[in-house]
Structures are given as C-alpha cells and as structure tokens.
C-alpha cells in the first residue's frame, strides 16, 4: 500500500520520539495501532456488505431469468440459484412460523365452566 522502507521507519520513529517524547509514544503508538485495527475492521465489514449484496443481485437476476424461462427447462445453474433462494426463504420464515399446540394439553371447554 504504502511504499515505506526500513529507513524511513527509522527516521519516523526518531522524529516521533523528539516530537512526543519518551512519556507520550507508547500510548500515542497505542491509539494509532487502535485506529488503524477500526480501520481494517470497519473496511472488511463494508466489503463483507458488499459481497453478500452483489450475491443477492445475483441470485435475484437469475430469479427473473428463471420466471422468464420455463421452470422445468432451467440451467443448472439457474437451478442452483433458485433451490438457495427457496431454502433462504424457508431458513427467514421458519423463526416466525406459528406454533403448533400439542395436542398432550387439553383444551378447555368455556361453555362447560358457565353451568
């Protein structure tokens, strides 16, 4: 990224410490090294965003080829997008499927209470 050598380091290093003095370099070293970790952090998330996102284009851009065409006569690799699509979606419904009542527990009959 940065075409830094040995000797420019060097020299950095002996002007930070003129500059700061031998009190205030290692915690300004600290805080730089905090920063620049936020960075890499902060720019690997964004890609990790960008990536997912680029793949949901995707696989919706083959969903539209596949409406377009006929299901049963689909690439192999429309068919692929379409069967990630689906198990996507059940994978999203599946938290708010409603429950099913056992049927262990008996319900109570509320006309039987009014006699």
């Avoid at 006569?73 to 599946?94: G, T």
């Avoid at 429950?99 to 006309?111: F, G, I, L, N, R």
Wanted: proline share 6%; glycine share 4%; net charge neutral.
């Amino acid at each position: 990224m940065f075409d830094i050598g040995f000797w420019e380091l060097i020299v950095i290093a002996i002007l930070g410490l003129i500059v700061l003095g031998p009190e205030r370099l290692p915690g300004a070293l600290r805080g730089l090294q905090r920063t620049v970790s936020r960075v890499r952090e902060f720019s690997s998330n964004v890609q990790n965003e960008l990536k997912h996102e680029l793949r949901i284009k995707e696989l919706h851009e083959h969903l539209q080829k596949a409406e377009q065409l006929d299901m049963d006569k689909l690439p192999p690799e429309l068919q692929r997008s379409v069967a990630e699509l689906k198990a996507a979606a059940q994978q999203v419904q599946r938290p708010y499927a409603p429950k099913q009542e056992s049927s262990a527990t008996p319900k109570s009959d509320d006309s039987s209470k009014h006699e």
